[in-house]
């Protein structure tokens, strides 16, 4: 099946600094990407609809300033925190199509980020 | 709005069947679809529908009613490692990929 890659996995920083969040699909091209946020024991929530050469398209009340969205090639999104903070804490996933049916979405594998 | 009702937790033995059902309540409806996400892990495909009616996959059968805004995934010959989170998600209409999830079954199997 066609595969996600996430990157990285963990990641732990500091109040107010950035954390980029990677997200490629290894062996298709995907021109569309999805971002979704996990809470523990909780649903995913769509954050963002990621377009290769245009803009993301944000979900309501999902903050672009915050979140920034760069889809810059057919295999590559990727997800800024910025001035991360406590309450940024959360599971991120990622997700693309185009590996397969239109109605298969493949995940990549999240990114538990901590900020202290 | 948008809702997806699912139960929260399921309890079930090795070698059982068990159905786990969503209700939905979408603007747009393109299909219903089911992932399964282990502890930490990422949410797998299981199954789609986009028409009424039965689609088997292996010990996995979904099941979709239009009319009823409604479907289920029904798992058969229950095993230990089918213990996870399930997850009924919509498409929106269009067809443009986005996915509402509902809110997640835990499934514990146990022996």
């Known amino acids: 099946g066609a595969v996600v890659s996430q990157h990285p996995s963990r990641v732990i920083c500091k109040s107010g600094t950035s954390v980029k969040i990677e997200c490629r699909s290894l062996d298709f091209q995907a021109t569309t990407m999805f971002w979704y946020r996990q809470f523990p024991k909780k649903s995913l929530m769509l954050m963002a609809t990621?377009?290769?050469?245009?803009?993301?398209?944000?979900e309501q009340g999902v903050e672009k300033d915050k979140f920034l969205i760069n889809h810059a090639s057919l295999t590559l999104s990727t997800l800024t925190v910025t001035s991360a903070h406590p309450e940024d804490s959360s599971f991120y996933i990622c997700s693309a199509r185009g590996g397969g049916a239109d109605n298969e979405a493949f995940f990549g594998q999240g990114t538990r980020l901590t900020v202290v | 709005g948008q809702s997806l009702e699912q139960p929260s937790e399921v309890t079930a033995v090795e070698g059982a069947i068990v159905q786990i059902n969503c209700t939905y309540q979408?603007?747009?409806?393109?299909?219903l679809s089911w992932y399964q996400q282990h502890d930490g892990g990422a949410p797998t495909f299981l199954s789609y529908n986009a028409l009424d009616g039965l689609e088997e996959t292996g010990r996995f059968s979904s099941f979709l009613s239009r009319s009823d805004s409604y479907g289920y995934l029904l798992l058969q010959e229950l095993q230990m490692k089918d213990s996870a989170s399930y997850f009924c998600?919509?498409?929106?209409?269009?067809?443009?990929?986005?996915?509402?999830f509902g809110q997640g079954t835990t499934l514990q199997v146990k022996p």
């Open positions: 998600a919509v498409h929106g209409s269009g067809n443009t990929g986005k996915l509402i």
């Open positions: 979408t603007s747009g409806f393109y299909g």
């Open positions: 990621s377009n290769e050469g245009s803009k993301a398209t944000y």
